[in-house]
């Protein structure tokens, strides 16, 4: 059975978005044009590395080739959310990047992940065989857009902690550096590993508002504390 290609070669729109929460989202690119969606499912991590990839492609073209591309922006124009309901096409796998030169064209292929091996020159290729793909043309400035918005989705999930810059969850955070560390403590049996060095690094630091003390490791004010 040959795979399925779509092709987007105008889209109207090509974002990143998530359903869910904070802390429990999960990650879709989704093509549109006109009536045609089509959404599909990756990680954030994937989605972070497109965008970056992006970006450093677009630069690669002005320096390579002499294109004209938009510099990096800050303020995203799109900011509406996925179109409802998400019905993902498929799990994203391998993802592919190029530059047509005749119609001065990113082109973004996301291919659905496959249980085996395949041919990755079946990549930005229309061949019979393979997996299932989803191939977007965008313009230098919608190229742009897309990673800018993309790296915004990332960045709306849960706000870091200021002590640790771990996530902060909705219904509370368990903070190591307001843990305290007392010598002789006996950790958590709940706690399957403990990084040693967590510890060593708090013991280190001069704000002892994360630590508590011993009071028998402090010094006798009348000890002359010469051994």
């Not at 970006?55 to 990096?72: C, D, K, N």
């Not at 706000?159 to 006996?186: F, I, M, S, W």
């Not at 060095?197 to 280190?204: E, H, I, Q, S």
Request: hydrophobic share 35%; glycine share 8%; proline share 7%.
């Amino acid at each position: 059975m040959s795979r399925a290609i779509h092709v987007f070669r105008s889209p109207d729109r090509f974002v990143a978005g998530t359903v869910g929460q904070p802390g429990d989202r999960t990650f879709y690119l989704q093509a549109v044009h006109e009536s045609r969606i089509i959404s599909v499912l990756l990680e954030k991590q994937q989605v972070a590395i497109l965008a970056d990839r992006i970006g450093a492609l677009l630069e690669e073209i002005h320096r390579r080739f002499g294109t004209p591309v938009p510099p990096e922006i800050e303020r995203v124009g799109d900011l509406s959310p996925l179109v409802m309901p998400v019905d993902a096409e498929f799990r994203v796998g391998t993802m592919g990047l190029g530059w047509d030169a005749e119609s001065e064209a990113v082109v973004v292929e996301l291919l659905a992940i496959t249980e085996g091996e395949f041919d990755e020159s079946v990549v930005l290729d229309d061949t019979d065989e393979g997996p299932d793909a989803v191939r977007v043309f965008l313009t230098t400035d919608a190229a742009r857009e897309f990673a800018a918005r993309s790296s915004r989705v990332i960045s709306a999930g849960r706000q870091p902690c200021p002590l640790c810059h771990e996530p902060l969850d909705p219904d509370g955070h368990l903070c190591v550096r307001t843990n305290g560390y007392k010598r002789g403590a006996e950790l958590s049996k709940s706690l399957d590993f403990v990084d040693p060095d967590v510890f060593r690094n708090l013991a280190m630091q001069d704000d002892t508002d994360y630590l508590e003390t011993d009071p028998d490791d402090e010094a006798d004010p009348g000890s002359d504390n010469q051994d």
